[in-house]
C-alpha cells in the first residue's frame, strides 16, 4: 500500500515539476539597455522581448490550463483518500474500543484459567461426578475452555499486530499526503507567480508598444514655435504644391487633419480669425468660451522656471517662444491673445507661482532672454489679462493646428466648447477652415518622417495596394477576430523585430489587394467615422479610430495618421 503510494505522489508531481522547469527557462529574457533618445533602438529590444517571449507564453498558458485541470484532478483526489484514511481511522478507533472490551474479558478469562490451573486437581471431577462418564465430561470442557482462551488470546495478538501495521501505515500516509499537498501548493504559487509576472512584462511590453504607436501618430512639435514650419516635400495632397507622385497606381496616403491633442486655441486658427479681421478678445471667446477675461490680474507674481530660476511673470511672458512675431495681422491680435493664453496658463500650471514649471514645449518654450519686437508689445498690451474660472488662473492649452475642429476640456471647474473653426460650423468645412487663412502646413498632411526627419526610406507617404491590403489585415487581427499574435503587427522593416511577413499576414486576414477607397464619413465630433475599401473580398467599411491605429502599428517606416480626424486618398 505504501509503495503505491509513492508511486502515485510521483506520477502527480513529475508533469508539474516538468512544467515548472520548463516556464522557468523560457521567461529568461535578457533586456537592452538604450538611450533615452534612440526610438529605433528602444522599438528593437522591445520587439525582440515581445518575440523570445510571446511564443513560449502562448504555450506557458496552454500548459497552465492543462496543469490546472491536473491540479483540479489531484486535489479531487487528495480529497478522496483524506476521507479514505479518516474512514480508516474511525474503524481503527472503533476496533481499538472492540479491543479494549475483549481485553476486559480475556483478562478475566486469564485470570480464572490462571486460577484453574493452579488449583487444577485431576483426581478431583472423578471424585465428585457419580459416573466416570460425567467425569471425562467435566474435563472436555474444560479443556474446550482452555482452548477457547488459548484462541481468544492468539486473536488479540494477531490483532493488536494489525492493529499496530495500520497505525503505522496510517501515520506514513498521513505524513506523505502532508507533502504531498505542501509541494502541490507550493508549485502551484510558484508556477502561478511566474506566468503572472510574464503576463505582467508581456502587459508591460504592450504599454510600451501602444507609447511607440502613440509616439508615431504625435512626433512633432505640436506648437508653432517662433519661427514657423516650412511646407515638407511630398507631404501634400494631389493638386498641392509640395504632392509627389509616386509613380505606381492604384497608390493609398493618410491624410491628417491637424494635431494630436487638438483641444484649446489653434495658433493658426488664431492667425486667420486675425488676418479676418477678430480681435484678441473675440479670438479668446472662440477657442475658450465665455470664460472670463480678467484684466486686472495681479503682475507682481514670480514664476520659477526649472533650470533658470525666478522671474516677474511679465517678463516670463516675453520670453516665451511659442509664436512668430511676424503675425501682426490685425494689431497683433493672434499675438496678443497667445500672450493671454501663455500667462493664464503659467499661472495655472505653478499655482500663482506656488510652484515651478518646465522650459520646454512640454509646458511652454522659455528662453533666458525677452523676445522683443511685436510680442513685447503684445505682451505689454495685454498686462494683467488672465483666463480665470472662479476666481482662479485658467489652464489654456493650445497647440498648431487641429484640423478645423477643436475639442472642448475641462480645468479648474471651466469646460471649453467643442469648436468647428470655421466661419461657417461644419458645413463650411475643410475649406473655409481659419487654418487654411493662417497658413497651417499641417491643417491636411501625408506624414512619412518622424522628428528627426527620418523616413526609412520612405520618399512619400503613398502605399501600394499590397501594402494597404497588409494594414487592412492588421485591422482584422486587433479588431475583426481573425486570430493571430498581435504582438507581430508591426511594420516589416526599419522597426526591427518579429513582425508578420505580408504574406503571412494576408494568410491570417484575408486581403491582398485594394483597388479603390471611398472618401470618409466625418463625424459632427470632428473624427473621422468610418472609411469604406473595395478590396479582393468585397466592400470593406472599417470604424476611423480602429483604422487608425492599424495603420499607425503596421505602415511601413514612419508613415503614419496624426489625427483622430483623416482620410485615405487614391491616385
Not at 516538468?18 to 523560457?26: S, V, Y
Not at 483524506?82 to 474479558?105: C, H, P, W
Not at 483641444?263 to 478678445?281: I, T
Not at 473675440?282 to 514670480?302: R, V
Request: glycine share 8%.
Amino acid at each position: 500500500m505504501h509503495f503505491k503510494f509513492k508511486l502515485l505522489l510521483i506520477i502527480l508531481l513529475f508533469p508539474v515539476l516538468f512544467l515548472l522547469q520548463d516556464t522557468r527557462h523560457r521567461i529568461r529574457v535578457s533586456a537592452q539597455e538604450c538611450p533615452a533618445t534612440d526610438y529605433q533602438c528602444q522599438i528593437d529590444a522591445i520587439q525582440r522581448s515581445i518575440d523570445a517571449i510571446s511564443p513560449a507564453q502562448q504555450k506557458n498558458k496552454e500548459d497552465l490550463a492543462a496543469l490546472n485541470k491536473q491540479i483540479v484532478d489531484l486535489n479531487s483526489k487528495i480529497t478522496k483518500l483524506t476521507s479514505q484514511l479518516k474512514v480508516l481511522e474511525n474503524q481503527i478507533l472503533g476496533r481499538e474500543e472492540d479491543l479494549a472490551f475483549t481485553k476486559e474479558i480475556f483478562d478475566e478469562k486469564a485470570k480464572e484459567h490462571y486460577t484453574f490451573l493452579r488449583l487444577y486437581d485431576p483426581i478431583t471431577p472423578f471424585l465428585f461426578s457419580d459416573t466416570a462418564s460425567q467425569a471425562f465430561q467435566e474435563i472436555t470442557l474444560r479443556q474446550r475452555a482452555a482452548d477457547q482462551d488459548r484462541k481468544t488470546m492468539e486473536d488479540y495478538a494477531t490483532d493488536l499486530s494489525g492493529l499496530n501495521t495500520d497505525k503505522e501505515n496510517l501515520t506514513k500516509n498521513k505524513a506523505s499526503l502532508s507533502s504531498l499537498q505542501s509541494q502541490v501548493s507550493d508549485k502551484q504559487k510558484f508556477l502561478a507567480g511566474e506566468v503572472a509576472k510574464v503576463e505582467s512584462y508581456l502587459s508591460t511590453l504592450s504599454v510600451k508598444q501602444n507609447e511607440l504607436a502613440a509616439l508615431k501618430a504625435g512626433g512633432f512639435s505640436t506648437t508653432v514655435g517662433d519661427v514657423p514650419a516650412s511646407v515638407e516635400p511630398c507631404s501634400g495632397k494631389p493638386g498641392a504644391g509640395n504632392f509627389c507622385d509616386p509613380g505606381f497606381r492604384p497608390a493609398f496616403a493618410a491624410f491628417s487633419y491637424g494635431a494630436p491633442h487638438r483641444k484649446g486655441m489653434s495658433q493658426y486658427g488664431a492667425y486667420g480669425r486675425a488676418k479676418s479681421g477678430q480681435n484678441v478678445e473675440t479670438i479668446l471667446h472662440a477657442y475658450y468660451g465665455g470664460i472670463e477675461i480678467k484684466k486686472d490680474y495681479s503682475t507682481d507674481i514670480n514664476i520659477t522656471v526649472q533650470g533658470y530660476g525666478p522671474v516677474n511673470i511679465e517678463t516670463y511672458v516675453k520670453r516665451i517662444y511659442e509664436m512668430p512675431a511676424s503675425w501682426t495681422a490685425n494689431d497683433s491680435a493672434a499675438l496678443k491673445a497667445q500672450a493671454v493664453a501663455a500667462r493664464s496658463y503659467a499661472l495655472a500650471y505653478t499655482n500663482n507661482g506656488a510652484s515651478s514649471i518646465c522650459a520646454t514645449e512640454s509646458c511652454q518654450v522659455y528662453k533666458p532672454v525677452n523676445k522683443g519686437g511685436a510680442w513685447d508689445a503684445a505682451v505689454d498690451a495685454t498686462k494683467g489679462w488672465v483666463l480665470v474660472s472662479a476666481g482662479k488662473p485658467f489652464s489654456a492649452w493650445y497647440a498648431s493646428t487641429a484640423g478645423g475642429y477643436t475639442f472642448g476640456y475641462s480645468a479648474q471647474g471651466y469646460t471649453t466648447p467643442n469648436l468647428w473653426d470655421t466661419p461657417g460650423g461644419q458645413g463650411g468645412w475643410p475649406n473655409n477652415a481659419y487654418e487654411i487663412a493662417g497658413g497651417s502646413p499641417w491643417f491636411y498632411k501625408g506624414w512619412y518622417k518622424d522628428r528627426s526627419g527620418a523616413s526609412c526610406g520612405r520618399s512619400n507617404p503613398w502605399l501600394t495596394s499590397t501594402e494597404m491590403a497588409d494594414i487592412l489585415n492588421a485591422w482584422r487581427v486587433l479588431y475583426d477576430g481573425a486570430g493571430g499574435d498581435v504582438s507581430r503587427i508591426v511594420p516589416v522593416s526599419c522597426w526591427g523585430g518579429n513582425p508578420y511577413s505580408t504574406s503571412e499576414l494576408a494568410a491570417i486576414g484575408g486581403f491582398t489587394n485594394v483597388t479603390s477607397v471611398n472618401t470618409a464619413v466625418y463625424g459632427s465630433n470632428g473624427s473621422t467615422l468610418n472609411i469604406t475599401f473595395q478590396t479582393n473580398n468585397g466592400s470593406k467599411t472599417i470604424p476611423g479610430d480602429q483604422l487608425k491605429k492599424a495603420f499607425n502599428l503596421r505602415a511601413p517606416g514612419y508613415v503614419g495618421v496624426k489625427s483622430s480626424l483623416f482620410n485615405i486618398e487614391k491616385l
